[in-house]
């Protein structure tokens, strides 16, 4: 059998049931193993599907993100987990740019018993918790107001972000995916989301284990426009490996 016909049948089947083991391919393809895991891996690397221990797995596309205020009961206890533990990354006379999302939120929550902290960021929520900490100066960011996220995108907030440095920068993705890299939903916020993973040497992503494997329509950047990602101890563990075998460094909350 080609290896063309191979690739579209081993597609069919995972896309039809969702996953698929080397020995189901076996039986049906009539191929060694060895040639099927090779198969695996090359469809695996075009992003055509996710590559698990012994089989594959649909590539799950992400749907329209609900707005941020119906979204911050989903996942509540991983996401408070991940706040903390981002925030512990955090350091005393440290600058720090918080994006937008309710993942990023539970950082600032976390943050407000530090000082001698600069804070910049695009996010309205954030802005409304930090406010009123005298030890945070806040660089806050203006632009045209993505009203479902709170957030604030567009070209004048590109240009504003342009002039800043921070030492980490912390933001939420939609989808995060070994082969498709970071992904959203907005094409107008996908140039302000690539302007803030430019201005600082460690760029760290929070996601809870729901947006792993996940690809949305918008391409952000590759994986390894990130170093860090924070995610919850749900998240599968052959996912993690292939993640920190592209250099991305894991933490499970």
Not at 5 to 15: A, C, E
Not at 67 to 95: C, D, F, N
Request: net charge neutral; proline share 3%; with cysteine.
């Amino acid at each position: 059998m080609l290896k063309l016909t191979r690739h579209t049948q081993i597609r069919q089947l995972v896309n039809t049931n969702g996953h698929v083991t080397v020995q189901q391919l076996n039986q049906l393809l009539r191929v060694s193993e060895a040639t099927i895991r090779r198969d695996l891996d090359e469809l695996s690397q075009g992003g055509l599907i996710h590559r698990t221990h012994g089989g594959a797995v649909k590539v799950a596309q992400a749907g329209r993100e609900p707005p941020i205020l119906l979204r911050q009961s989903e996942y509540k206890a991983e996401k408070l987990r991940i706040g903390r533990l981002a925030a512990a990354m955090v350091e005393e006379r440290q600058t720090v740019f918080l994006g937008s999302g309710t993942t990023v939120h539970e950082i600032a929550r976390n943050l407000r018993c530090l000082s001698n902290l600069t804070v910049i960021t695009n996010a309205i929520n954030v802005v409304n918790e930090l406010v009123d900490c005298a030890g945070i100066e806040l660089v806050v960011i203006g632009g045209m107001l993505r009203q479902s996220e709170l957030s604030m995108v567009g070209h004048i907030a590109e240009a504003a972000i342009k002039e800043l440095r921070a030492d980490k920068v912390f933001m939420g993705m939609r989808g995060v995916h070994p082969q498709h890299g970071f992904t959203g939903d907005f094409l107008p916020e996908a140039t302000t989301d690539r302007t803030i993973l430019g201005i600082a040497p460690c760029n760290i992503i929070v996601a809870d284990h729901s947006k792993l494997g996940q690809v949305s329509t918008v391409f952000l950047a590759p994986i390894t426009a990130a170093h860090v990602l924070v995610t919850d101890k749900d998240a599968p563990p052959e996912f993690v490996d292939t993640l920190e075998g592209k250099g991305l460094k894991v933490h499970l909350a």
